[in-house]
């Protein structure tokens, strides 16, 4: 009964335009390590290069898992280096025996080892920076294949280095997150595109959407691209419950022209779907909330049962929070709610939530906690012997001057979890749009 | 400066004892689809595979990811053929055009697709239980190949099989996790373990550790199975910060033995690290709390400012919560907390936390809250001008009876959120240790 989102990949990832006809490679990541083969370790290094590359327009053809053992690596190498164009090799750059990148890169290049004075000099001088004593096998990280040239590692002890196998440009990176991180995006993928002879950088602008699936997305910002005659402009989804990311890529030859090219097609989503969209590229919807707060030297009461604290989690663990987080309230029954806010008894827990009751409720939430902003949010569940199980939300925001109250059936859907990762994203939204002035009541695609 | 966690994975993977010398087969991973290839979903089914064989002494020598393309599966999987005894394919069984895994299986195989009368059957019934109209594409499902043997998927319409393909067995399997994680350890594994010639039924016990790194608990635990005489028994860790699961896992011809076995290791472990075992198997740190909590017929009252929320979400989204979680509070200013407690103005804020004001608060939140328990988590943060900044957590328990408090430095290592859910562990383990009488204030290797 599984339902694929595999039908949006064909039309998100768009053929190659004429302007980049020529930079068709056929690209393989390797990753190595016995903590990725074995399972120890969820390979998210796989998905981000390869997450990296699409969004520079750079397909990558195969992914190939090997462990730390010299005749898997070599056999990797050689393979790839028959099949690709560019190969990516993460991991095996460390100091200890089970580390052995350079060794085979070298092996399958048919070259030896030499020891990188530069990039000797590099450690010892990264060991001294901090006090620390550099052990024999640190050397090891200096020793590369002859024919390598050498990938800058502004943050680490691995170098970074890339050389031809086979009929193969290799790219050696190293396995800490964000080690490879700097090297991919600041280095390898320009050198991709160059080599590729068209564009020589990318540009991702990000939205992130609270509201609309995917499919939803998809329809309202159909065609966009080329009403807006770019092509080039590579719209993409990625899917992260309960936000939706909504992607633009480019490539093109410098900066200015990029974003030159990008800002109107930037004005057009924001016309489509802006009221959904919580934040942009790396903001958040809670430091939205945060920046508007603080802007306004506001402070923020928070009152909740079903969302179990995380709603207040999600504002107090902000840096910023000491500014306008003033006090959150956490009950798993409605009753407790009625004693910590002095409201009488059964007011909330006499019978189903009414609107009237969330009014009361958020006004003594801003009365009792002398903060200027009071979000109150509160459900009744469904028994569980109805057919879809699932919760009625309310949700009230109060200021001095008003009280403004949202209703929302939202699913149970797979767990327990899922209903509540919802009420809490549209907790936070509903605050978000009390505090812009948008409308607070615009339906949701997971609402029934 | 990368610190390895590989050093260990050499000594908690045995090698195979002379009972098991049979069991060594060569067994390869082949994960479809453009979602995993082009990283817009992370390929957990991977290191679950792989992860479930390790469990059950089966070691994966290499993993191939592929794109939903005709070509690439093919050679895919006839290269997979010429290498390994045994293969597992994931992914491409859906009923889409791009769920291509029985075609490409079938021409690998050399051999027709013929409709599986029994599997279409099944397919129907499932639509109709769930009151669906089955769509034309679904028939495609029970397409397969001549010589495929059926392995049950009882949760969907994917239907999963086994046959040769070159040298070795292929296994295929549904993209769908639920599905897949049924398929693989009630059918496939023993498949395996029986193919092997050795083992038929495999069991891992596991325990939850809270306070002890992956090196010091295994040094530890160093030589347990060798001193219960049961090499078989394989000892292995996974680091979830801020949690070490440890793993024993066993081979056998029946569960009876295969308990028989266990038993005195599990007895052996919880002797060595007990007082650190937050929980074993399925069961949750909070789950064991909550049960303690409602056997007592007790309540509980958490105010925290650090942790924000997160020691009373974890707590107040249980199922059970309703009958023990009473209250959370939570601040970002310990100002607040004075207020919220009734407490005079500077208890807690005019200085650094003392002993006396953390029994203070501690009591003023189990008479406020009318609660049998208080747990109290606030901190002191370190100044950011500090050589290792981190936090001073103060964590105290109430009861009428008694307060306990417990003093303790934790660091920020690499953010704020590693820091947090670090207190937040120890805040939950405090309780939990609390009520069951165990020492609170033993070391932990987090501490400095």
Redesign the interface.
Known sequence: ??T????H??RT?LPPSPAFAATYMRIEIICT????????????N?????????EAGL??????????DRD?LLE?FR?AGERADAVIVNGGL???V??LSQEIAAKAAGVSLVLNQEWLERIEA?FRR?N?VMQPNNRKQALLPATAELIDNPI???CGFELDIGGARFYFT???PK?LYLMLEEQIIPRLLTRSGTAAISRVKRFHLFGLGESHADSLLEGIQDSLRDRDVKLGF?SHYPQLEVKLAARGHDAGELLGRLEPIEAEVRKRVGNFIVAEDDATLEGIIAEILGRQAASLA?VETLT???I??RL??L?T??GF?????????AA?IET?LGLPGGSLSGGPLTEAAMREAARAAFRQTGSTHALVVLADRDDAGQPAPGATVWIAVATAQEVAVRKSRLLRFSD??WL?TGAVEMGLDTLRRFLLGLPIAEKIDAET
């Open positions: 009964m599984s694929s989102p595999r039908q990949i064909a990832i390590g016995d903590e990725i083969l074995t399972g120890k370790t969820v390979n998210t796989f998905s981000y290069i390869s997450g990296k590359l699409a397909a990558v053809a195969r992914g190939t898992t090997v462990g730390d898997s990797a393979l460390g100091p200890t089970d580390d990264l901090h620390l680490g002890t691995a190293p396995g800490v080690e990625q928070v179990s604290g995380l207040s989690a107090a663990r840096p929070a000491g987080f003033r006090r959150g309230l956490i009950a798993a029954a407790e910590l327990d979890d509540r």
